[in-house]
Structure formats: structure tokens, C-alpha cells
């Protein structure tokens, strides 16, 4: 068996630099096979020269995340939604 | 909620847990604390600017400005030889954290719980037994700890004093101590059917260890019949080191 | 700067002047990737040449290693800032690929089994500049590292030289690929240090 990928979880931190609620427990739906569940349970390759998470359910692309000094580029093409929890 | 910083961390404490694995303790002024189970992103950069940058897991709950990393030398790596081998304790590295809201054990918490660790997936788990403890919590807490051997135990000491409401086994793969009745092998269904849960108890399950281990325990843990929302998992990948 | 980690060397060596601006050296050879790792066997691999004009050449994997292979020494740069010297390989240039190719396109599209795609200008993979490469160290190609057959550019940062290569489209307008469309330079001169859109 390879390991050759993380999963979720290691979205956390390069994703927290971006956004103010944690990304990872929110609730992703797959653009290609419309599978949903959390970012966490994401497969994802990386972290160089990109982070790339694919869907568990089809393997495809889900999200991309690029970081250079100074900016950083987050595809998410791959992804129709995110439900995530706000506080009130 | 905030976005993340990375923020400098002095070494204030550096013991060997086994032969090849340390607990590291920093101090990281302005920590704004973090939940049991959750990781942090290391930084270390060289005098030229090179950096080189891993996540480690959270081994024990928030204490002030103290984060405590248990990290396993990774032959021919960058960051682990560095952070037990060479670093003492007064030099410093950058910390960013805490990290990830998916695989975390929060305090007020009711269902009993399974937690299910392969060799260094063990840390973060024990974050959760460690918050547990310190909250008082009497939710009931079960572990199963996969492991090479016996002198690749983590936190052997702490784990083999009582903690009321908390079980514990031992599997081991390569070779168990004598005495014990379950031979050396890998994490089977009959492991997971008697050290957890039935799965009518509605535990929350956490699995942690490398990626091949979290696989199998988690898709024996669904053959056992639980619940795919109940089972929390978190990978050790190929980019350690 | 961040704050520096007193001793920390990372695993590198010393520079020299082969080292474009901002890379290190190293000895082993890191492995990159952004999906599973396709596993092709000879009798199913096939590398095409598809032109602007929709004609279609194409190889098997025995006629594609009947073709006459060069070995070429050359130094590789990865974008992440490695670069390893003295590579050797073996492959089929371009230039013995695209003999019959008839073509006005100026750019191609390489795409990989798995999915990955990566862009650069025809002119690039011409004229000595780049092989499919099936041999790697004397070894066969190893999967992780592209095998059966991988790309080489070895004047371009090493994302250009597609792993599990599969076929190139000539096209005339410019595609930008995998990783072109995800903030990094469309082109990637290491000497000219093109890591990310806009360098």
C-alpha cells in the first residue's frame, strides 16, 4: 500500500493563514462526483510545489493551494460549496 | 477567530520519550491556546533564509504560553534530526497554531470515546486523554495503541498509572513482550471489536498514525458498523521528516 | 527573515556556479507530487502527437523504444528550490519524435496519465532541448519518478518535464497547464528566476 497523501487536516494551517474560520471542518461538495463531506477527510498532496486535495469518492481536484512570498492563490474550481459554521 | 501568525518559540524543555522520539516544550509568547487534538506548523530557517517547515501534533492541553510537541527522528530528515538531536533547550524556531477544528476532542463532550493510534499517532490522542484528565470529564475513554514494540511506547509512565475511565490496550506488530496472549500482527477486527466500543454505544472514534494504518482501522471500524460521521480521522504522511 | 534556528543547516550543499539564483544543492532526489501515483503497463502506454490540424501520430511502447535513444547529462532545477547536478538519462529526443510532425502551431500543451499538464512554447522541446526519458541512473524509470516514460527539460524548472508523460498537443494559442493555472510563471527559467505568475 502506498502513502503517498495527507489528508484535511493538513490544510489546516496554510488555509488558516487566509481565512478567518477554521476551513477544515467545513462541509465540501465535489464538482465532479458530488460526493460531500468535511475538508479534513480530503486526500492531499503535498505541500510542494503545491497543495493539491482531491475527493476520496473520484480522485479528481478539489481544491489547490499555491503559496509564494507575499501571495497566495487558492484554486477551487473542483469545489461547488462549502458549508461551514460562522459563530452568530 | 483569527488569522494565523507565525510566532517565535523558545525551547524551554527537551526529554526522550523512547530511543528515537523526544517531548519538546516551548514557550510561545501571545499563544492563544488550542483544543486537544489539534497540530501546529513548524518553521525553521537557516542563517541564509533557507527554511524547511512540518506539522506536528499537540501532545498535551493548553498550559499559558507552553506547547508541548512529541516528535519521532525521522532517519535522514530535516526538521526531526534537528528539533531532537541538535537543538538545546534556549534556541528557537517559529510556530504557527494552533491548527486544524476537524480532529479535536472538546471537554464538554458526552459520547464515550474510542481512540485508536498507530505508533506516533499516538500524540495527538493523548492530548485527549490529558484534557480528559484535567477537566475532570467522566466520559468514558478507550484506547487502542498500535506500536512496533515495546520500547516504542510513548508516554509509558503516565499511561500505566490508573486514570478511572479510561482502558487501554496495547498491540504490537512486530514483537510483543512475553506473557501477552494476542500475537505480533497488524490491526485486525477482533483488536478493535474488544478493546472499543460496540458501535450501538455511538462512540465519537478518533484514528491517528500513518496513512496505511488509519485505512485499515478505519474501514474496520465501519465494518464493525460505525457510523462514517463518528469516525475522525487523521494521516501522518510521506512528507514527514 | 524569520527568526533563525541556531545550527539549522537543512540538508544541502555548498553552491557553485551552476546553481541558478535561489536554488540548493542536494544528492538524493525528492519526490513531488499532486495525485496518486498511475501505474502504466508497457503493452497499455502510448505517447501521441496530436497537431493544430488534428492528425494524430502515435507510438506504442515497442515502437517508441525502438527509436534511436541519446543519453544526456544534464543538471535538473525544481521550482522548490532543489537542484540536483548531473542527472543522467535516456530517451528519445524531440527532434527524432516530431520528424514527421507537420506543425505551424507555436505552442504545446504535454499532458500525463493521471492528468497532469504542463505548457511551453514548440521551440523549447526542439533541437536537442528535451527527451521522453525512459532510463534514469542505468535504471529503468522508477513510477515515482515518471516511469514508464517521463519528459525532460532540463533548461526549465523541473515541473516542466511531466512525470507518466502521455502525449503533447500543438496548439496555436497558449494553455497554460497544471500548475500555470495555480499562480505559478507560465514559463519557469530558473536562471531568470520565473518561479510564480508575474516573476
Same mark, same amino acid.
Request: charged share 20%; no cysteine; hydrophobic share 45%.
Given at each position: 500500500m502506498t502513502a503517498e497523501h495527507l489528508d484535511g487536516n493538513a490544510l489546516a494551517g496554510p488555509l488558516g493563514e487566509i481565512f478567518a474560520v477554521d476551513v477544515t471542518s467545513a462541509t465540501g461538495r465535489c464538482a465532479s462526483c458530488g460526493l460531500t463531506g468535511p475538508v479534513a477527510s480530503l486526500r492531499v498532496y503535498g505541500p510542494d510545489p503545491g497543495l493539491v486535495a482531491r475527493c476520496p469518492g473520484c480522485e479528481e481536484v478539489v481544491l489547490r493551494l499555491v503559496r509564494a512570498p507575499g501571495t497566495a492563490w487558492l484554486d477551487l474550481r473542483g469545489t461547488v460549496s462549502l458549508r461551514m459554521n460562522v459563530p452568530d | 477567530m483569527r488569522r494565523l501568525v507565525w510566532r517565535p518559540a523558545e525551547l524551554v524543555e527537551s526529554v526522550a520519550e523512547t530511543a528515537v522520539a523526544r517531548t519538546l516544550r516551548f514557550r510561545v509568547p501571545g499563544w492563544p491556546g488550542h483544543l486537544a487534538g489539534q497540530h501546529v506548523d513548524v518553521r525553521l530557517t537557516a542563517d541564509d533564509g533557507y527554511t524547511a517547515q512540518r506539522s506536528y501534533s499537540i501532545a *498535551?492541553? *493548553? @498550559? %499559558? @504560553?507552553l506547547v508541548e510537541l512529541t516528535v519521532e527522528t525521522v532517519p535522514d530528515g530535516e526538521v526531526s534530526p534537528y528539533l531532537n538531536e /541538535?537543538?538545546? /533547550? %534556549?534556541d528557537q524556531v517559529e510556530i504557527r497554531g494552533p491548527v486544524g477544528g476537524w480532529f479535536v476532542w472538546r471537554t464538554e463532550s458526552k459520547a464515550p470515546v474510542l481512540l485508536v493510534g498507530g505508533g506516533s499517532g499516538i500524540v495527538p490522542l493523548m492530548a485527549m486523554i490529558r484534557a480528559r484528565r484535567l477537566a475532570g470529564s467522566r466520559v468514558p475513554f478507550r484506547l487502542i495503541y498500535s506500536l512496533r514494540d515495546p520500547e516504542r511506547r510513548y508516554y509509558a509512565e503516565e499511561l500505566r498509572r490508573p486514570d478511572p475511565g479510561l482502558d487501554l490496550t496495547y498491540l504490537y506488530t512486530r514483537s510483543a513482550p512475553d506473557g501477552l496472549s494476542r500475537p505480533a500482527g497488524r490491526i485486525m477486527l477482533d483488536d478493535l471489536a474488544e478493546g472499543g466500543w460496540p458501535a450501538s454505544f455511538e462512540p465519537d472514534c478518533y484514528v491517528c498514525g500513518p496513512t496505511a494504518f488509519v485505512e485499515s482501522a478505519a474501514d474496520l471500524l465501519l465494518a464493525l458498523g460505525h457510523a462514517p460521521e463518528r469516525i475522525r480521522t487523521e494521516r501522518f504522511g510521506p512528507t514527514g521528516g | 527573515m524569520g527568526i533563525i534556528s541556531r545550527g539549522f543547516q537543512g540538508k544541502r550543499r555548498d553552491a557553485g556556479d551552476r546553481l541558478p539564483p535561489g536554488q540548493y544543492l542536494v544528492e538524493d532526489f525528492p519526490v513531488l507530487s499532486a495525485g496518486p501515483t498511475p501505474r502504466i503497463p508497457p503493452d497499455r502506454w502510448e505517447f501521441t502527437i496530436d497537431t493544430e490540424a488534428e492528425q494524430t501520430h502515435r507510438w506504442s511502447w515497442e515502437e517508441f523504444m525502438a527509436l534511436p535513444s541519446e543519453t544526456p547529462t544534464v543538471d535538473i532545477h525544481c521550482v522548490t528550490k532543489w537542484t540536483k547536478l548531473d542527472t543522467t538519462w535516456e530517451g528519445v529526443s524531440l527532434d527524432v519524435l516530431f520528424e514527421d510532425v507537420e506543425t505551424a502551431a507555436e505552442y504545446a500543451l504535454v499532458h500525463s496519465y493521471g492528468g497532469y499538464t504542463t505548457n511551453l512554447p514548440l521551440e523549447d522541446l526542439l533541437d536537442g532541448k528535451a527527451w521522453i526519458a525512459h532510463r534514469f541512473d542505468g535504471e529503468e524509470l522508477e513510477p515515482r519518478h515518471g516511469g514508464p516514460a517521463r519528459l525532460i527539460v532540463p533548461h526549465l524548472y523541473f515541473w516542466k518535464s511531466a512525470k507518466w508523460v502521455r502525449g503533447i498537443r500543438l496548439l496555436n494559442e497558449d494553455w497554460p497547464g497544471f500548475w500555470e493555472t495555480a499562480g505559478y510563471n507560465n514559463y519557469g527559467d530558473p536562471w531568470r528566476e520565473q518561479r510564480y505568475e508575474g516573476d
Open positions: - | *498535551a492541553p *493548553a @498550559d %499559558g @504560553d /541538535v537543538m538545546q /533547550v %534556549g | -
